[in-house]
């Protein structure tokens, strides 16, 4: 077993490294862990960016023979209240006495061979990789509470995996208010920070901005990770897509959490993220513990492009289930936009009919088929076939699918439930709601209270009775509100605890139903991407991105949700014009090249096409799949962005070929043409442009670029495809 952790006895520091990064802390005064460095691998350590230390006024210092030495000045890597560290804390821990203090020393440490795999939380899997995990104790003796620092490091991957476990010691109960994942003090270095921001319809919008003194803080209250703020952050100072430093994290949760930034008057800079210390706390009798959610760490030195490559890596050999991360996800034809609620048998036989002539792989019946759901007022909890709409049920469906060799897949929304409904009337106490107020409605639905344990076995019995009666190998699961009631009626812990609970039955749910059924394809929604985060990753290996198919939009959208998710992770359908979010009418061409960036489908109504029309959607199903393999699985560039003008790029390559697709959405008169460079090729090797059969250089693709024709009129895309010429 290769060593990628070491102590150093004589100097104290801990060290991680592979060849891709470094990590490095060091025990000051046989007591603090501090941070000193977070990068580039380095061969040896020997301190020279150790800050030289001097007394301040105001500064508390434990011991006076040194001043110098202040909890205001260290760069620590827990850091924790009232000991003279006057910013953001990472833990925080009520006692019986009321008492808030805790003082952690450091007391031992271990390294273990490969990841710690948590029972109740989804995290960074174990694979053939090697991996090694340091565990640092931390304890305070007054207090009779442990708390432990988690890192592992892989072989090959610039990704730390953090977390932290707080174990009360003592024989009295202790409230644990806020334990974070991950902290990292640095200096503050002219360094952009990088967050996503967004709405239903608009997700994973990017936010650059200079970062003030002061706290910033954003994260999610909703019960949710949101399309508000999505759990991610990013610091650079000088980089682009392809050059200079980028260290990233995110996290593996999917309900409330936050993400902090402090730059204080010293221009120390401090780095969080965790869960929501504003909607948390739990209670530890003795002997008990609590594990935070895992955070990752990622660093690159090949700008934000490196970065992404570096997440989508690793979501793929460590969070995707191994059952999909290598198998082609199904081309799918979704009955959404074609009926929405208007959906019944004749309707899907003629859809399956279509669907296999022109080479579609699965058809998706969504909503409006269960109980008298009419609308989005009414049904949900009474997952019983709608026998009026549906009169021999789903499974004939499902058979005649299979006769014509495609799939079937099936919509829920699991985890709601309306008004007026057999369920609500059975069993009132599952609703999540308080003792004293009507719990709000939210879309016209109420939600499941998940940490109710009857409510997780009618979830999973439910999903398991369509799997195994109707024989359906997809489901999509929807999630379409956030909370505003979050307590449960029968309620025995502090209301505080709630939403973490209620995560933790979601994640008890999906745990049983993907491992029971890990051949079904779970795709993930939330009205599109309003809970997207690595901790869903981990369950379902792909999602509805957006319920916003608009050809403009999308871009940003795609654009935006790469910096952390790879491709194969991502859905997008092919929708009809004008389109039904924005009016917008974008080509036929432009529309299936940015689902094609993606993985594809549609939500047209083919049944009702013309001849030509279908024969467009034959052709370009059938390019799909000849060059699904580079797009679920090659190496993703982001070329140019949407964000920053009128042109949006991006590439999928391999060693063998590259494909490019360029996006003009405003025609302007005074560019005669268009020029895009293509990075990242062999400069060594000739290119041939499969169109055009033209003959490149890899060294001038990247240094001169490809110019390109400004065809009039608006949403234009180009694709190139680069096959590399035998030498």
Not at 86 to 112: D, G, M, P
Not at 155 to 173: D, T
Not at 567 to 594: C, M, Y
Request: hydrophobic letters at 35%; aromatic letters at 12%.
């Amino acid at each position: 077993m290769q060593k990628f952790i070491r102590f150093n006895s004589e100097n104290n520091t801990f060290t991680l490294s592979n060849n891709h990064i470094t990590y490095i802390m060091e025990i000051v005064e046989h007591t603090y862990l501090v941070h000193r460095y977070w990068g580039k691998q380095i061969t040896d350590y020997h301190f020279s960016n150790r800050p030289l230390l001097k007394k301040k006024t105001f500064a508390a210092t434990p011991n006076n023979e040194k001043p110098e030495i202040s909890p205001e000045f260290l760069p620590f890597e827990f850091p924790f209240p009232h000991q003279g560290d006057y910013r953001n804390s990472a833990v925080q821990i009520l006692q019986e006495n009321t008492n808030e203090i805790t003082r952690f020393c450091y007391n031992s440490h271990e390294i273990q061979n490969d990841a710690i795999e948590l029972t109740d939380l989804p995290h960074a899997r174990n694979t053939d990789e090697q991996a090694q995990t340091l565990i640092i104790y931390l304890y305070d003796q007054i207090s009779e509470i442990e708390l432990a620092l988690y890192y592992t490091i892989f072989e090959n991957s610039s990704v730390i995996v953090r977390s932290s476990r707080v174990k009360n010691i003592g024989a009295q109960s202790i409230k644990v208010t806020k334990l974070l994942s991950a902290s990292i003090d640095t200096r503050y270095d002219q360094q952009l920070s990088t967050t996503f921001y967004g709405t239903h319809q608009k997700e994973f919008q990017l936010n650059r901005s200079q970062i003030q003194h002061g706290l910033f803080k954003i994260g999610s209250s909703r019960g949710a990770s949101s399309p508000q703020y999505p759990p991610f952050v990013a610091l650079s100072k000088d980089a682009s897509e392809f050059q200079g430093e980028v260290h990233a994290m995110t996290l593996i949760y999917s309900g409330n959490h936050e993400i902090a930034l402090e730059r204080d008057q010293y221009n120390h800079l401090r780095i969080q993220i965790g869960l929501n210390s504003e909607t948390f706390s739990w209670r530890l009798e003795a002997g008990e513990m609590f594990y935070s959610p895992q955070a990752l760490l990622s660093y690159s030195d090949q700008g934000f492009n490196g970065s992404s490559q570096s997440f989508h890596q690793f979501f793929t050999d460590h969070l995707i289930h191994p059952t999909w991360k290598s198998k082609d996800r199904p081309i799918l034809i979704n009955s959404w936009e074609m009926t929405y609620y208007d959906v019944n048998e004749q309707l899907i036989r003629k859809l399956i009919d279509t669907a296999s002539d022109l080479g579609f792989e699965t058809v998706v019946l969504d909503d409006g088929w269960f109980g008298q759901r009419n609308s989005s007022k009414t049904s949900l909890g009474d997952w019983h076939v709608d026998t009026e709409k549906f009169p021999t049920g789903i499974k004939p469906l499902v058979d005649y699918a299979k006769q014509k060799n495609i799939g079937f897949g099936i919509w829920f929304e699991p985890e709601m439930i309306s008004p007026n409904t057999e369920l609500i009337q059975k069993h009132p106490d599952w609703i999540m709601k308080s003792k004293n107020y009507e719990p709000l409605l939210g879309r016209s639905q109420y939600i499941l209270d998940l940490t109710n344990l009857e409510v997780q076995e009618f979830i999973i019995r439910t999903l398991s009775k369509a799997i195994t009666e109707f024989g359906v190998n997809y489901i999509k699961w929807d999630m379409n509100r956030h909370m505003t009631d979050p307590f449960s009626q029968i309620q025995t812990f502090d209301s505080s605890e709630y939403s973490h609970r209620y995560i933790l039955g979601f994640y008890r749910i999906l745990n049983e139903l993907t491992n029971i059924y890990p051949n079904v394809l779970f795709e993930n929604c939330s009205s599109g991407g309003g809970r997207l985060d690595p901790g869903m990753l981990f369950y379902f290996p792909q999602t509805w991105i957006s319920d916003n198919t608009d050809g403009l939009d999308r871009q940003q959208i795609q654009y935006g949700a790469s910096y952390l998710f790879p491709i194969s992770s991502i859905t997008g359908h092919v929708s009809d014009v004008p389109n039904h979010q924005t009016n917008r009418v974008v080509s036929f061409k432009t529309r299936a090249a940015l689902a094609s960036s993606t993985n594809m489908g549609y939500e047209m109504a083919i049944i009702q096409m013309t001849k030509k029309e279908k024969e467009s959607i034959r052709n370009h199903l059938k390019e799909y799949k000849q060059e699904r393999a580079i797009i679920m699985k090659g190496t993703f560039y982001r070329l140019h962005s949407p964000f920053d003008g009128n042109t949006c790029a991006w590439m999928f390559s391999n060693e063998e070929q590259a494909i490019i697709y360029v996006f003009r959405n405003v025609y302007q008169v005074y560019d005669l043409s268009l020029l895009i460079k293509i990075p990242a090729l062999d400069s060594q090797s000739l290119y041939q442009e499969q169109a055009t059969k033209q003959v490149y250089s890899g060294s001038e693709l990247t240094n001169c670029g490809l110019a390109l024709e400004n065809a009039k009129g608006d949403f234009i895309v180009q694709k190139i495809h680069l096959k590399k010429l035998e030498q």
